[in-house]
């Protein structure tokens, strides 16, 4: 407990509690000077005063430093407690992690051995897919091996070959059939009268069997008709019975009929007295209905008269209103008399009035007509004097406009002769500017002239060693066409066959015609046709015939061989 040296004045508070909840917001731990005011509870007070100071022991100071940190401390124990931890939890990572009787280490074990087995079986994929890439690599030149094959045997030469070598194998046959036949003749050459004896029998025996399948058919005929006949009976005796059964019901519809009769001459009569009986309810029923209209009339009778009543006081009191208006209208009419009357003696002092004025406005009107041509005649002479100034004026202004628009022309045809000398200038200086860019652009032309020969030499350069090129090419496929050619003519001469069609289809010169070969042509063989509608293509040979024809129509020629047009 804390010792009060000087004690505390009597009925004075302790003030230690508001000391400490002012101290709470003060970090004890600094160095300060404490010797300097403190507020205390909003009073001021002195620390030289040692009556107002409350002195702790080491274990209180120590408790409430505790209480005030206490939120810091907690902080740091906890974080200390994870450090902690976590060191120890990485310590035994550490210790662990090299031991193979663990689960852990088991797992590690199984990932490294996976590893190993994955890296193995990686290497042996790639071996596997350089395995496989040249296998496709080897597929794939085999596929373009092929696909040039192909193509080859496609062509139009190579096709032609191939149905020569198609016909030479269907000489081989047809030779072959014809050979089997021969052989077939041979063996068969004993074996006729056989054959005729065995076809004589076939012969006899058919006839036999016709014989009695004539017979049976001839059974089935008679069998069927007695069986059409027993049927054409039964159809008679049917209709009979029919026959009889329609006229029996036949009666019992007239008897029907007749009921029906009957019984509709009943329901007739029952309508009619029905149609009475409405009748006579509706003869009682216009008799009330007329009595009704009697009963009506009456009260109509009686509001009639009524009605009449009122009508006479009405034409009464219409003849009262007439006779009023009438005399009304009298007085009106007499009022407007009087009215005219009073006008007319009106319009009679005015007419007398009027004629006076008129008089008055002639004598008035002579006056001012006097005055008037006075006026005029001042006007008249005033204006043509006022004409005669303007004349002399106009006459003066239009010399002076005559002089100025001279001058001004003058000078217009000055200024157009500069300026023509300007314009002629200008021209000489265009023209002489065209015949630069002329010059300039035909120097152009011929610069473009000469690059367009030059390209035209190279292109023609270009083409001509791309036709050697291509000679080249048609020659090395000549040769493997001729190459090819001779073997497979060679295996059908080893097997024996006729290889006259494949000689004539290996023949040198692409074109399947039967003219000469051009050689520079890419050794090419074209065909000829005849200049008339059957358009067949002329022979490989010629007659003497031909020549002489040559000579009759074109006469004698320098040249012995075809002109070489390809048609």
């Given amino acids: 407990m804390a010792t009060v040296l000087h004690?505390?004045?009597?009925?004075?508070?302790?003030?230690a509690p508001s000391m400490t909840k002012q101290m709470a917001g003060v970090d004890l731990n600094e160095d300060q000077d404490v010797?300097?005011?403190?507020?205390?509870?909003?009073?001021?007070m002195d620390i030289n005063d040692l009556r107002q100071v409350t002195i702790f022991s080491k274990q209180d100071w120590n408790r409430i430093n505790q209480q005030l940190n206490r939120r810091t401390l907690q902080q740091e124990e906890a974080r200390r407690r994870k450090e902690q931890k976590a060191a120890l939890k990485l310590k035994s990572k550490e210790m662990v992690k090299d031991w193979a009787n663990t689960i852990a280490g088991q797992r590690q074990k199984r990932l490294e051995a996976r590893a190993i087995r994955e890296a193995k079986e990686e290497e042996e994929r790639k071996v596997i897919d350089i395995e496989e890439a040249m296998f496709q690599a080897q597929k794939r030149k085999e596929a373009i091996n092929k696909a040039k094959t192909q193509q080859y045997y496609q062509t139009d030469r190579v096709k032609t070959?191939?149905?020569?070598?198609k016909?030479?194998?269907?000489?081989?046959?047809?030779e072959a059939q014809i050979e089997l036949n021969r052989m077939k003749a041979l063996a068969t050459d004993g074996q006729d009268k056989e054959y005729l004896e065995r076809a004589r029998q076939e012969y006899e025996d058919a006839i036999i069997e016709d014989q009695m399948n004539a017979v049976k058919r001839y059974d089935e005929r008679q069998s069927n008709a007695e069986f059409q006949t027993s049927q054409i009976k039964e159809h008679f005796k049917q209709k009979l019975k029919d026959q009889v059964e329609d006229k029996d019901e036949g009666e019992e519809l007239k008897k029907l009929a007749i009921q029906h009769q009957i019984d509709k001459k009943r329901l007739e009569d029952i309508r009619?007295?029905?149609?009475?009986?409405?009748?006579?309810?509706?003869m009682k029923q216009i008799g009330d209905v007329k009595k009704m209209k009697l009963i009506q009339s009456e009260q109509e009778e009686e509001e009639d008269e009524e009605c009449r009543i009122f009508a006479a006081a009405k034409r009464k009191m219409m003849k009262l209103r007439a006779a009023k208006e009438k005399q009304l209208h009298i007085e009106k009419q007499e009022r407007l008399q009087r009215i005219r009357e009073k006008l007319s003696a009106q319009m009679k002092q005015m007419?007398?009035?009027?004629?006076?004025?008129?008089?008055k406005a002639v004598e008035e009107s002579e006056l001012k007509y006097q005055q008037e041509e006075q006026e005029k005649e001042q006007k008249v002479h005033k204006a043509k004097k006022g004409i005669a100034e303007h004349r002399h004026l106009q006459m003066h202004e239009a010399e002076q406009k005559t002089t100025i628009e001279r001058n001004i022309e003058l000078e217009m045809l000055k200024s157009r002769k500069e300026a023509d000398l300007i314009f002629q200038r200008n021209e000489q200086e265009k023209a002489s500017k065209r015949y630069d860019n002329n010059k300039a652009l035909s120097g152009f032309h011929l610069n473009q002239l000469d690059e367009l020969k030059r390209k035209e030499v190279a292109a023609r350069q270009e083409q001509l060693a791309q036709d050697d090129k291509n000679m080249e090419l048609l020659e090395i496929e000549e040769n493997q066409f001729q190459e090819y050619a001779d073997k497979v003519i060679g295996h059908c001469q080893s097997g024996g066959r006729n290889t006259y069609p494949l000689h004539k289809a290996a023949h040198?010169?692409?074109g399947g015609g039967l003219g000469p070969q051009f050689m520079g042509k890419g050794g090419i063989r074209p065909s000829y046709m005849v200049q008339d509608k059957s358009g067949v293509q002329l022979p490989l040979y010629q007659k003497e015939s031909t020549e002489a024809i040559k000579r009759n129509i074109h006469g004698k020629s320098d040249t012995a061989k075809r002109m070489g047009f390809v048609f």
Avoid at 7 to 15: A, E, I, N, Q, V
Avoid at 35 to 44: D, E, K, Y
Avoid at 351 to 359: A, H, N, S, T, V
Wanted: hydrophobic content about 25%; cysteine-free; charged content about 40%.
């Fill in 167 to 174: 016909l030479t194998e269907v000489l081989k046959e047809r």
């Fill in 35 to 44: 010797t300097r005011g403190m507020s205390i509870g909003g009073t001021q």
């Fill in 272 to 282: 009619r007295s029905e149609m009475k009986e409405n009748m006579s309810e509706n």
């Fill in 508 to 510: 040198a010169g692409a």
């Fill in 7 to 15: 004690g505390r004045r009597k009925g004075k508070t302790r003030s």
């Fill in 351 to 359: 007419k007398d009035d009027e004629d006076i004025r008129i008089i």
């Fill in 161 to 165: 070959f191939h149905s020569a070598l």
